[in-house]
């Protein structure tokens, strides 16, 4: 009786390994697809209604034409400094965005291109600013080649701004639809006014199943 379900077992389990192996000689092994480089001014192969490549660069491209038109930022005398960074923009969209790409491109291509008709504070760097200040004051490290101040630079206009949204889907058909506006503006860090404002805005529409991380 032992031998007989040895036996039995001995063919169970062969037939089951055959079987096995025969379904995974049938799997497919498909390669991944190649990455494919995309122009980030345009829109690419995986797109929904959230803010994308092509819209941080179209509408920070907008902003820095209008700011370097502006004559209380650009024809002053002496450059006034500027903060640009996200420290004061808000999103208070549905859209998932990292606040740094914008405030970060700005300030680049702005930097590019005002040729010294602004100077731009980097106060997201002040703290790797003040270690260095207090090595050089402690005597750890000499002085540099350049000067010493009493403080650090202090600014005239700092960016603020404000991302919204306005959401609508379609029941019937799953179309999503979203308005985004994004507002950016210049203040002026003694009296507290506004001396620039920029407006970017759009809408789109798509069957969207895109997650945006």
């Given at each position: 009786?032992?031998?007989?379900?040895?036996?039995?077992?001995?063919?169970?389990?062969?037939?089951?390994?055959?079987?096995?192996?025969?379904?995974?000689?049938?799997?497919?092994?498909?390669?991944?697809?190649?990455?494919?480089?995309?122009?980030?001014?345009?829109?690419?192969?995986?797109?929904?209604?959230?803010?994308?490549?092509?819209?941080?660069?179209?509408?920070?491209?907008q902003m820095m034409r209008d700011?370097?038109?502006?004559?209380?930022?650009?024809?002053?005398?002496?450059?006034?400094?500027?903060?640009?960074?996200?420290?004061?923009?808000?999103?208070?969209?549905?859209?998932?965005?990292?606040?740094?790409?914008?405030?970060?491109?700005?300030?680049?291509?702005?930097?590019?291109?005002?040729?010294?008709?602004?100077?731009?504070?980097?106060?997201?760097?002040?703290?790797?600013?003040?270690?260095?200040?207090?090595?050089?004051?402690?005597?750890?490290?000499?002085?540099?080649?350049?000067?010493?101040?009493?403080?650090?630079?202090?600014?005239?206009?700092?960016?603020?701004?404000?991302?919204?949204?306005?959401?609508?889907?379609?029941?019937?058909?799953?179309?999503?639809?979203?308005?985004?506006?994004?507002?950016?503006?210049?203040?002026?860090?003694?009296?507290?006014?506004?001396?620039?404002?920029?407006?970017?805005?759009?809408?789109?529409?798509?069957?969207?199943?895109?997650?945006?991380?």
């Amino acid at each position: 009786m032992f031998k007989k379900n040895a036996f039995i077992a001995a063919c169970t389990f062969a037939a089951t390994s055959i079987l096995v192996s025969g379904c995974a000689s049938n799997i497919e092994n498909v390669q991944g697809k190649p990455t494919v480089y995309e122009d980030a001014s345009t829109t690419g192969s995986v797109g929904g209604v959230g803010i994308e490549s092509q819209d941080v660069v179209a509408m920070t491209d907008q902003m820095m034409r209008d700011m370097l038109a502006n004559p209380m930022l650009t024809g002053r005398a002496t450059p006034p400094r500027i903060i640009i960074d996200n420290e004061y923009l808000k999103n208070e969209s549905t859209s998932v965005i990292n606040t740094n790409m914008l405030t970060d491109r700005l300030r680049i291509e702005l930097n590019r291109a005002a040729n010294g008709r602004m100077v731009f504070v980097g106060r997201h760097f002040s703290d790797m600013v003040q270690k260095e200040r207090d090595l050089k004051r402690d005597g750890a490290v000499d002085g540099g080649t350049i000067r010493q101040t009493a403080a650090q630079a202090g600014a005239d206009f700092r960016l603020g701004g404000r991302i919204s949204s306005l959401d609508a889907i379609d029941r019937d058909t799953g179309t999503k639809s979203r308005y985004s506006q994004i507002t950016f503006e210049m203040i002026d860090l003694e009296l507290g006014t506004i001396v620039w404002s920029g407006l970017y805005e759009m809408r789109k529409a798509a069957r969207d199943n895109v997650v945006y991380r």
